[in-house]
């Protein structure tokens, strides 16, 4: 399938968002307590669970295993055990959960572990093809991934590592494609997070949830639902379970904010990020040179263009690997505080720059901001930028 075709099938699906129906009780199988019952490896203590998340009498479990309520009384309360293979691999098929959890070895299991090592893999590739430039090759690799855990979760096989990975793969795909999608349609990538979240919240898991939160509320952001992504990311930032958590949510907060127009939000976060960046080892993220792109177009949004004009020309040395849409991100900013300065010059040099590389890593969004940037000032850069766009929407549209 080729990449243009496995967006729009992504960006299709993406406008799907189904809530988990009654028959995903299953997913308790991956809550906290669930895990403190498998790990029993007790029959009595999985069948009391199980009638428990799913409302049966012992009479209606005894039904679907093929026992009378007698017999299932006296499993639960371990007067009468179940040693033979067989029946507690049938009992594993009937609740669908691994036989593993019973004590039996199964082929399957291994297939289990190889789809879960393949999937890590995947997901973590997918991330640095993304955060080098190449987020339609990201959007290549996690679509299947998704598909595939998708398809294991609807068949009623929910163990929780299942369910982390197929969050997280589902974010990766909603972040990916929010860079290679043009602004009208950035809702997909938004509406994909949102699927990750909703895995998310079955988890009390801080880490985690803060990152599926800080990933979904950006999206948000992007698709101008800025409200929304304000709230999302305060969680986000609120529930981090410690310095290098919080210091990845603030940039995204600070961004909202300042999108929003909130000046007080936007400077008691970036107050807090210049306490953190000595602290906190620097990322693709946070760290001075994307803080200082944040810095610029918070201020602008929040009417202090003065004060941009004044940190324009002072952008940092990076001090770790950035990614190469940022250094776009960067160039596109400074030329709008350019113009705001009446630097026509520098302005469009800043922007002949960022297309080019928009055009090389593909990002649709970003060109629509060097449009909006240039106006009518810029007519040259409007006018290439605008080519451009509309040469990627025709091949995304093939």
């Known amino acids: ?19 988990p129906s009654t028959r995903h009780a299953q997913w308790h199988w991956a809550t906290p307590q669930a895990q403190l019952v498998l790990a029993t490896g007790e029959l ?38 179940l040693d033979d293979v067989g029946s507690r691999r049938r009992i594993c ?12 070895t199964d082929p399957t299991d291994t297939d289990h572990r190889a789809m879960l090592q393949f999937g890590e893999s995947t997901v973590r590739l997918a991330e640095i093809a993304r955060q080098s430039g190449h987020a339609s090759e990201a959007v290549s690799e996690l679509w299947p991934l998704v598909a595939r855990l998708e398809a294991r979760v ?60 800080r990933m979904h509320g950006n999206e948000l952001r992007k ?33 909202a904010s300042g999108a929003l127009g909130n000046r007080e939000m936007f400077d008691r976060v970036m107050r807090e990020t210049d306490t953190l960046v000595d602290r906190v080892e620097h990322t693709s993220l946070f760290n001075p040179f994307s803080l200082h792109e944040i810095r610029l177009r918070g201020l602008v949004a929040t009417g202090r263009t003065k004060a941009a004009m004044r940190l324009v020309e002072a952008s940092p040395v990076p001090t770790t690997v950035v ?10 900013t400074v030329a709008h505080v350019q113009l705001l300065a009446d ?13 080019r590389e928009a055009v090389t890593q593909r990002l649709p969004h970003q060109l629509q901001r060097i449009m909006r940037a240039a ?14 766009l509309d040469r990627i929407r025709s091949e995304m549209a093939a």
């Open 93 to 104: 098929e009937s609740l669908n959960l691994p036989p593993h959890v019973l004590g039996v």
């Open 154 to 213: 609807d068949d009623g096989h929910t163990e929780r590592d299942v369910l982390h990975l197929l969050a997280r793969a589902r974010v990766g795909l909603g972040v990916a494609l929010g860079n290679v999608l043009p602004e009208e349609r950035l809702a997909t990538a938004a509406r994909w997070t949102a699927k990750g979240l909703e895995i998310a919240e079955y988890f009390d898991d801080p880490r985690m949830t803060s990152y599926v939160l």
């Open 323 to 332: 990614a190469p849409q940022w250094r776009v991100i960067e160039l596109i």
């Open 44 to 81: 009595a203590d999985v069948l009391r669970f199980y009638r428990r998340v799913h409302g049966l009498n012992q009479t209606a479990l005894g039904d679907l295993l093929g026992y009378d309520k007698t017999y299932i009384s006296a499993l639960e309360l371990g007067k009468r055990a």
């Open 223 to 255: 698709a101008n639902l800025r409200g929304a992504a304000v709230q999302r990311l305060c969680r986000a930032a609120a529930i981090a379970p410690d310095d290098t958590a919080r210091a990845a949510a603030l940039p995204l907060l600070a961004r």
């Open 343 to 355: 630097d026509r010059r520098g302005a469009a040099g800043s922007l002949d720059t960022a297309t």
């Open 375 to 388: 106006g009518t000032r810029l007519p040259a850069q409007q006018a290439a930028a605008s080519d451009f």
């Open 1 to 19: 399938m080729a990449d243009g075709e496995i967006v729009k099938r992504a960006d299709a699906d993406g406008g799907r968002l189904p809530r």
